[in-house]
């Protein structure tokens, strides 16, 4: 139950509600009790008047069954009240719940969603979540339920004869320990198939958002196989679990079995003898049957709990987690551009690959800077470092002159346009995604938009689909090419006129041609804006004012384009070979 703590804060925020179910619950359960007692006096009544008045027999029996049935209304709408309160307290919980996961997920910086993957985090938003709601809501309230009622029918019991009370709780000592033993099993299997119920979906995520990878290889059966074998792996854990489970009823009623022989046997006798009334007898049995499904209902109960126990030991792992990149000022912070790497050092944490190396560079307010590079040399980690998804390991990085680490996170982010090298657009409309950087609360004016989409070359293509701007893209863009995704990506990132141009290899599906339309088209945006473009092609790089260039992490050459080639370096032959191959693909 340890792991359960996490939710006392939600029972405190809904005390009231929660106080009025525990009211609502005794209130119902006492008058359920009470009709016993009208059941017993009627058969001793009709006992003790057999033979006498039947008019008086029946008026009396027809007052004992009104008084039976008002009083089963009055605990039916006592029960509904119940229902009302603690089951709408645990949808309250479950929403609270869900927001506060989806909450922390926003704050766990890039590490955390390397390490884990989409499926897994899905499925504690959802099906973990889910489960606790069971804890919160009919655990709670049938365990309510059969304590209020276990008090009431016990001390009823104990009025009418503590010797025969006695015989019939002396199967009670072998339930405490029934439950016990079979709950710690429940726990143990929950948790696995929750984990493997995780990686279901995970695989299922993966084969959607991959479905053109698996089309294309013809690995449709390899995944219907996978798939398969994970649900088969769920399916034998979920019947071990159901084997465990289905040993509590059996065990239930076999003791609540033996405490109406008890009842039968040692009540026959006492009543022969004159001690209890034959009306107890039956009260007994009634009181042994209102219990029947409250005691069975212990096993469900502690199921619930020890899979909602199981699925909060989960949530609370990531809950628990704290994010390696935070907010360390709430002051506002106004960017004006200028950028200063100064002997920066970055290992990825995971993989332990040595991404930059003693980088130092500066750029200046309003200067386009280029970092040029093959592939891994480290250029993406620049502009992950200066948009603070990663800290860097030593070395300052320094923004106006300020360490970034003593910035506003948000006003650094809000004020760059970055484009990054894997684009991802929502499964919106092409104006929405375009404009989904702008602030929410403002108007977004339908010219604007359309003035991103030009500067980014794309404007001509939305203007070919039926739709124009409304048109409604697949998920992750899956219905555009990767030329028309990269630029849609581009006017969402200069749609919001930044102080900050971050433009990571976002040009490499273009052609030629429309790269330089592009550029063109930047040359008037970036003017006045701090630039940085990314690149492993000599064309979008050769117009900026300065280029360094980088080789495992570190820069081996900088100036601009002509200084770089007449150098003769890396620069140069680089520039020489994709000349060449322009050349050839003429």
Known sequence: MKSLKHINKYFYKYRWRLLLGVVFVGISNYYAIDSFTYAREAVDFIKNNLN?????????????????????VISGVFLFLTRQTIIVMSRLIEYDLKNEIYAKYQQLDMAFYKRNNTGDMMNRISEDVSRVRMYIGPAVMYFLNTGFRFILIITAMLRVNPQLTLYVLIPLPFLVVSIYIVSRKINLKSTEIQEQLSGITTHTQEAFSGIRVLKAYGRENYSIGKFQHESETYRKRTMGLVEVESLFQP???????????????????????????????????????????????LGWVTSLIQRAAASQTRINQFLQTQPEIVNTSTQKTTIEGNIEFKNVSFTYPDSGIRALSNVSFKITKGSSLAIFGRTGAGKSTIASLICRLYAPDSGELLIDNKNIRELNLNDIRSQTGYVPQEVFLFSDTIANNISFGLDENKSVNKERIEQAARNAAIYSNIMDFPEKFETIIGERGITLSGGQKQRISIARAIIKEPELLIFDDCLSAVDTETEEEILNNLKQVMKG??????????????????????????????????????????????????????????
């Open 52 to 72: 006498g008045d039947k008019g008086l027999l029946v008026s009396q029996l027809s007052k004992y069954a009104l008084l039976i049935v008002g009083v089963a």
């Open 529 to 586: 804006r701090t630039s940085i473009i990314i690149s492993h092609r000599v064309s979008s790089v050769k117009n900026v004012d300065h280029i360094i260039v980088l080789e495992q992490g570190q820069i081996i050459e900088q100036g601009n384009h002509q200084e770089l080639i007449n150098k003769k370096g890396i620069y140069a032959e680089l520039h020489r070979l994709q000349q060449l191959a322009d050349i050839i693909e003429e």
């Open 251 to 297: 065990i239930m009623m076999l003791l609540i079995g033996i405490s109406s022989i008890f009842i039968l046997y040692i009540g026959g006798k006492l009543a022969i003898a004159g001690e209890i009334s034959y009306g107890n007898i039956v009260e007994f049995i009634l009181y042994i049957n209102a219990l029947t499904w409250p005691i069975t209902s």
